[in-house]
């Protein structure tokens, strides 16, 4: 069983600071690697992903690779009250169906 | 515009009373999948299909059933509801054609079964 691992939260961080995200995964020839953003009752959408080990950035977002380890983080720089939101890891699974595992997701609160 | 209709975005039925959820995507996908979502559980996969007449079972599939009959469509069935299957759902497609592509979200259809 493929098991991508997040803590739930809620992480709560004041506006302006950076909020980071993080998530483990059990698969190892894992390829890809998602952050999906979704506010409550909406549906999730996909802000960042990454695939080769190190940073990858956009904008205020950060993803970080580090397939060793089997982790991968999302820092979010400048944090605002609509970045409040829960984010959702996801594993693209390896043997060729690239069928993703989500996470259970980690609530970040953004506090003005 | 590239989407996944999802309907309805609101049901709320009785126990027992079979029902259907549609789901529709207009870019020619071959991956589709059924999620619910329930407080602290994060995602979870009902059925996912990987073509026209292709489907299996992922993470939570009973009390459920699905079919594909066209690349487009892939409507959920809930033929005897009960009060465990009030949940948010949700339908996705991707190509998934290499391990970057991404999932399209339908809009959501929150259940209640009462």
């Known amino acids: 069983q493929k098991e991508v691992e997040q803590n739930s939260g809620p992480l709560s961080v004041p506006e302006g600071a950076i909020a980071s995200l993080n998530c483990t995964y059990s698969d190892r020839g894992s390829q890809s690697f998602f952050w999906y953003r979704q506010y409550s009752g909406k549906s999730p959408e996909l802000i960042m992903f990454i695939y080769s080990n190190g940073d990858k950035e956009d904008g205020r977002f950060t993803a970080q690779l580090n397939k060793a380890s089997q982790y991968v983080s999302l820092l979010i720089r400048d944090s605002q009250p609509s970045d409040s939101a829960t984010y959702l890891c996801a594993v693209s699974a390896s043997g060729g169906s690239y069928i993703p595992t989500f996470g259970r997701g980690t609530s970040l609160i953004v506090h003005p | 515009e590239a989407q996944v209709t999802q309907n309805p975005r609101y049901l709320i039925t009785v126990t027992g009373k079979k029902l259907t959820v549609t789901c529709s995507q207009n870019?020619?996908?071959?991956?589709m999948s059924w999620y619910r979502q329930d407080p602290g559980l994060g995602l979870r996969q009902i059925y996912y299909s990987m073509n026209v007449e292709v489907t299996d079972k992922g993470d939570v599939p009973e009390g459920y059933k699905v079919s594909r009959k066209e690349k487009r469509n892939f409507p959920l069935i809930l033929e005897s509801p009960s009060p465990n299957q009030t949940s948010l759902y949700f339908c996705a497609s991707s190509s998934l054609q290499g391990a970057n592509e991404k999932l399209f979200f339908g809009s959501g259809t929150q259940l209640s079964v009462l």
């Open positions: 870019m020619n996908h071959e991956y």
